[in-house]
């Protein structure tokens, strides 16, 4: 009985001893499987760069100084309120940091637009403790990409790789300076992917952002998203949080995307996008089953635009755009971002559901509305007496053939009856006072001679809606 229960033993152990060297095994395959992104940054830390930026701000309105100078009075009735209120700046320096990447080694920096753009000073901040000023290259809002320049030679930097191959669940590790605090790493993984932010504060969106879980915070802005094998695969741009912290989603901009634009404003300072000229929304389940569709997916066209590039190729009201230049919309959103990274003039080729049938058409695309603030600063007319809070500037070419819009748009907006009745930047007004508007002068003239007091209606088209909205007038 002994001698059994001792080979017993023996068994009970050597099975043990294998289990044990099993899951030891298995913990060391687990843990090898892992990345190691200490070789990663290691690699790459030296392209990375912090950027400082500085710009004069408002602290005072000269509008409001005599609000001021009454507040004064009550505060302190012995005191000249006009010796307290010279004493208050106008303007005060503000300073900024973000984050970026060499792309070559003569000094060409990816960055993004909001980090740089109004900035009087750029300062960048190599890795080796090398400080530079640079100079900006070209910006681009819609994309929120930047492209600076600084005199050095011999630089290490980051290569681009190909967004379109990335899927949900890659590892990504980002580098940049979040609070400030340079060259920090952070990994995670791909959440989604061709991603709209909504209330981005452009009219034109031509982005489809990359989802990711990264730890990105402010200061992150411009910098890198590698994938395993170091590559650049996206800029990280936004964070969706409630407290403006991480909260684990945060957005980046393919690469594809920043190859395209910095391209563009390398050589030329400025980014063109094409134009399709189509009002569009998504194709849910019911739209699918009107129109006999195996499943919901494409671009249902709305309106197509009176002759606009989409109306000139044969697109019509009701078609279901499946595909576009090679490039499968599986929704609405799709589309206006693939647009978007062609150049007017490209012939694309469009396949479109129609009638139960596939419809293979070809359109010539236009030049964006985009393209005419990219390239030409809008000259804003200054009304002296203008009480209405904003100013205004001339509508771009394409603007006004391709949509058939006649108006202006807001380019300034402050304090005022304008900011209170929910204007926007970017909003066109096509009348005031119930009368039209055709041109920033035809408004300063209706502007200049409102009535001092009361409401005033103004018609403006945001995002194509049109609606009408009250302005009120103090004395």
């Not at 594809?256 to 009002?279: D, K, P, S």
């Not at 964006?368 to 030409?376: G, K, L, Q, Y």
């Amino acid at each position: 009985m002994r001698f059994i229960n001792n080979v017993s033993l023996k068994k009970a152990s050597v099975l043990t001893a294998l289990l044990l060297l099993a899951a030891a095994t298995t913990g060391t395959q687990a843990a090898s499987a892992l990345p190691n992104f200490a070789d990663l940054v290691e690699k790459n830390a030296p392209s990375i760069v912090e950027i400082s930026t500085t710009r004069m701000v408002d602290t005072r309105n000269p509008g409001n100084d005599q609000e001021i100078e009454e507040l004064l009075r009550r505060l302190n009735p012995d005191a000249d309120p006009d010796l307290e209120l010279e004493g208050i700046p106008e303007q005060r320096q503000m300073g900024a940091v973000g984050s970026g990447f060499l792309i070559s080694d003569d000094g060409y920096i990816m960055t993004n637009n909001h980090v740089v753009a109004g900035a009087d000073k750029i300062q960048v901040n190599l890795n080796d403790r090398r400080v530079f000023e640079a100079t900006v290259i070209g910006l681009d809002e819609p994309s929120d990409l930047a492209l600076l320049k600084i005199d050095a030679r011999d630089l290490p930097y980051a290569e681009f790789g190909n967004s379109d191959v990335l899927r949900v669940g890659d590892w990504v590790l980002a580098i940049g300076s979040p609070f400030g605090l340079e060259f920090s790493a952070a990994a995670g993984i791909v959440s989604a992917k061709g991603r709209s932010v909504p209330d981005r504060g452009s009219t034109y969106n031509y982005m489809a952002f990359i989802q990711t879980d990264v730890a990105i915070n402010q200061g992150n802005s411009g910098g890198p998203l590698f994938n395993l094998d170091g590559e650049v695969i996206g800029i990280n741009s936004q964070i969706l949080s409630s407290t403006g912290g991480s909260n684990g989603i945060s957005f980046s901009i393919p690469s594809n995307v920043a190859i395209n634009v910095m391209t563009q404003l390398r050589e030329t300072g400025a980014v063109e996008r094409g134009l399709l000229g189509v009002r569009m929304r998504e194709v849910d389940y019911a739209l699918a089953e009107i129109f006999d569709m195996e499943r919901p997916q494409g671009a249902f066209v709305d309106e197509v635009l009176a002759d606009s590039p989409a109306s000139v190729g044969g697109i019509l009201n009701e078609d279901i755009v499946l595909e576009f230049n090679g490039h499968s919309i599986e929704h609405y959103t799709d589309l206006p971002f693939y647009v978007g990274q062609y150049r007017p003039g490209t012939e694309a080729e469009v396949i479109v559901f129609r009638d139960g049938q596939l419809q293979h058409l070809t359109v010539a695309l236009g030049s964006s509305p985009t393209n005419v603030v990219a390239t030409v600063e809008p000259e804003i007319v200054r009304e002296r007496s203008n009480p209405l809070g904003f100013r205004v500037s001339e509508l771009g070419l394409q603007t006004r053939q391709i949509e058939g819009i006649s108006g202006v748009r807001i380019a300034e907006l402050n304090d005022g009856p304008g900011r209170k009745a929910g204007l926007l930047v970017g909003d066109i007004i096509v009348a005031l006072n119930r009368q039209e508007i055709d041109s920033p002068q035809a408004f300063a003239q209706i502007a200049n001679n409102l009535p001092e007091a009361g409401f005033v209606s103004i018609r403006i088209i945001r995002e194509g809606q049109g609606t009408t909205l009250a302005l009120e007038l103090t004395p």
